[in-house]
């Protein structure tokens, strides 16, 4: 039997891809483990729906998910010992190029949505950009603690949140059934 724990954990410390030992309350565990939450709520969102286009495109974001982990998990100075992809202005790109073809098909709302108002997988798409808007702040931390060497990471991950945010949209559209605005105090 394969045993999960290894108890290296116990002291509060993890492993970075290269070994280097750190704190699990250093910058890096918890962005890339924001990142992790991300791709969760993705996969409830993915199990719960029946739409297979929908079903690919956050399959797609789910992988790119772990290779961005994986580059997050990897201290900049083993980037070169250890082959670890990286985010590219590819896949930001291909973020893009979804969210305009999904703006094509509908018109947005012009005011701030009330998730979970009017449709199951839209709330946990708006769930879903909650949490990668939480990732982008924590990949800014690591920016700023000069734990970030590529650019590309933050770009990728504001285009996500808008795309999370345009999808649960169309998927409302499809669904028939439109968002709920806020109209702010009555």
Request: some cysteine.
């Amino acid at each position: 039997m394969v045993k999960i724990y290894t108890k290296k954990g116990d002291e509060g410390q993890t492993s970075l891809f290269g070994g280097q030992r750190i704190s699990k309350s250093d910058p890096r565990p918890e962005a890339y483990g924001t990142l992790d939450e991300v791709c969760a709520v993705l996969g409830v969102a993915r199990a719960a729906t029946d739409n297979r286009d929908l079903q690919a495109v956050i399959h797609s974001i789910q992988e790119d998910l772990f290779l961005l982990g994986a580059e997050l998990a990897t201290a900049p100075e083993d980037r070169t010992r250890i082959s670890v992809q990286q985010i590219t202005a590819e896949h930001t790109a291909r973020l893009e190029a979804l969210i305009d073809e999904r703006l094509s098909k509908i018109e947005l709302p012009r005011a701030f949505i009330i998730p979970g108002s009017s449709a199951y997988i839209p709330a946990l798409l708006d769930w879903a950009r909650a949490v990668a808007r939480r990732a982008e702040r924590r990949v800014v931390e690591l920016r700023e603690a000069a734990l970030l060497d590529n650019p590309e990471v933050l770009k990728y991950l504001n285009r996500l949140a808008d795309l999370l945010f345009v999808l649960a949209r169309y998927q409302e559209a499809l669904e028939g059934k439109g968002a709920v605005q806020w109209r702010g105090r009555r």
